[in-house]
């Protein structure tokens, strides 16, 4: 099966400045799930739809982050204006059906805030 | 404060020996463990999990323990190949009221270094 798809892979931008992430999970996948990994630190969830709803965004910096699942499928992730404490590894992860189900994460996004 | 902790951030150890990565967490709800493995420049894949109402999951060279008394998990790796080298995160969740799964906390991680 292919596996859950991010783009883009590299990011660097401006603070203050605006970026988008993109996610497609792995077909049949209910949950999406979307994390932050600071440097040095495991990943830490920001934010967990289930199909289409938000299941958990109580850990999403909601001033600057948006994220949505539009019917249910892919997913943006996006922050609006950067900050340079939002340098990080980005990874969308999917599973069957919640934490039941083992997490697929894609290659991340590398965003660089400068 | 961290609920799972990897108190080792690298490991070392000789190809062909067991490696062994250890895992403590302060949750006493937590009731579900994975551990998953990350090379870099890719998403961490899941490697091996364990419920709470077990204190041994085998597959092939890995197995986890699970010490629920010393909220303390373990995972071995035997024997050790250098392919082995990467970041192991230990994660963890806890079951909710209403039958659901809560979402993974993770550790910080331990980079294991498998020489030939």
């Known amino acids: 099966e292919a596996g859950v798809a991010q783009s883009p892979r590299y990011k660097i931008i401006e603070k203050r400045q605006s970026v988008a992430f993109w996610c497609n999970p792995i077909s049949g996948h209910a949950t999406l799930y979307w994390y932050q990994q600071i440097l040095g630190q495991g990943p830490k969830l920001l934010i967990q739809?289930?199909?289409?709803?938000?299941?958990?965004d109580s850990q999403l910096p909601k001033d600057r982050f948006s994220a949505e699942r539009l019917k249910g499928v892919d997913s943006t992730l996006k922050i609006q204006p950067a900050k340079l404490e939002d340098s990080a590894v980005y990874l969308c992860?999917?599973?069957?059906?919640?934490?039941?189900?083992?997490?697929?994460f894609g290659n991340g996004t590398r965003l660089t805030v400068t | 404060d961290q609920q799972v902790k990897q108190n080792s951030p690298s490991l070392s150890v000789q190809e062909g020996r067991i490696s062994i990565l250890n895992c403590d967490y302060t949750n006493s709800m937590f009731d579900y463990f994975l551990w998953y493995k990350k090379y870099p420049a890719e998403g961490p894949t899941f490697l091996i999990s364990?419920?709470?109402?077990?204190d041994k999951n085998e597959d092939g060279r890995f197995t986890v323990f699970l010490n629920k008394s010393a909220k303390h998990l373990s995972l071995h790796i035997v024997p050790s190949q250098p392919g082995d080298s990467a970041v192991y995160f230990c994660a963890a969740s806890a079951h909710l009221s209403g039958g659901s799964q809560g979402n993974l906390i993770f550790g910080k991680g331990t980079k294991l270094s498998v020489k030939p």
């Open positions: 364990i419920s709470s109402i077990k």
């Open positions: 739809f289930q199909n289409n709803g938000v299941v958990d």
């Open positions: 992860a999917s599973s069957l059906w919640g934490s039941f189900s083992p997490l697929h």
